[in-house]
């Protein structure tokens, strides 16, 4: 009986070897100071901390001002995915290849259009548009706007291009343009997943919407960065229970209508 000698592989382990290094090195690199964080004298102003953060703010004239300011951000997370998703789909057609011989002139540069926006993150984008239109939920929106523009439009141009071509290739045939091809052969396909992708950016934009009122993009984000620099926990723990419960509230909303279009 002959045996066959096997070859292996030692890829893998050299990849995971340096992996290992890598970790080790970002120990050594970062001032981690764990005798601090488990001394007594920690725990026990964590233990405070959450003990006032677990008390919330629950008068009738805040809570008001909590709802108003949730409000806000529910619409500047809806406005900033509406506003992206129509500048995505406009960007995702000059994006794509949409049949074999597409010449696709403009599909480079258009790429690196949606790449350059969405990897600008929202902060930096709401601080960059706060120098131009100031504080408040609007810089907050087309910040939301610009960065999910470039996550939708590239993913939108994907969904394009995997679309099936028989369709559009039968009216190309019979001499329809471009345009008409999209709205009348490609669009019926592929406008349950471009809602579906809107969606779950908006689910997304909700949590992104509070984290800019950190800069001053307005809404919950807003109050939370004041009242939590006043150290002022009764109102922080009130904002940060509504901010849970609007996420969770979007996220189900979500989840259902695109349960919904899936049937």
Partial sequence: MQLKSRHISLHPYIVLMGMGLLIIASFWSLDIQLSKLLSFRSWELMGKFF?????????????????????????????????AAVFGIVLALPASKTYANDPIYTRTITRWI??????????????LLLISVGLGPFAGTLALALHTTGVLGRLFADAIENAPTEPGDVLRIMGAGELKIFLYATLPGILPQLISYSLYRWENNIRAATVLGVVGGGGLGQM????????????????????????????SFSYFLRRYLDN
């Fill in 51 to 83: 003990g006032e953060l677990f008390v919330p703010n629950l008068s009738g004239n805040f809570l008001n001002k909590v709802f108003q300011a949730s409000l806000e951000t529910l619409a500047m997370s809806a406005l900033g995915t509406l506003i």
């Fill in 114 to 127: 949606l790449n350059a926006l969405r990897s600008i993150p929202e902060l930096v984008w709401a601080a």
């Fill in 224 to 251: 939370l960065a004041f009242h939590m620099s006043l150290f002022q926990m009764q109102d922080t723990s009130t904002i940060l229970i509504t901010m849970i419960g609007l996420v969770l509230l979007v996220d």
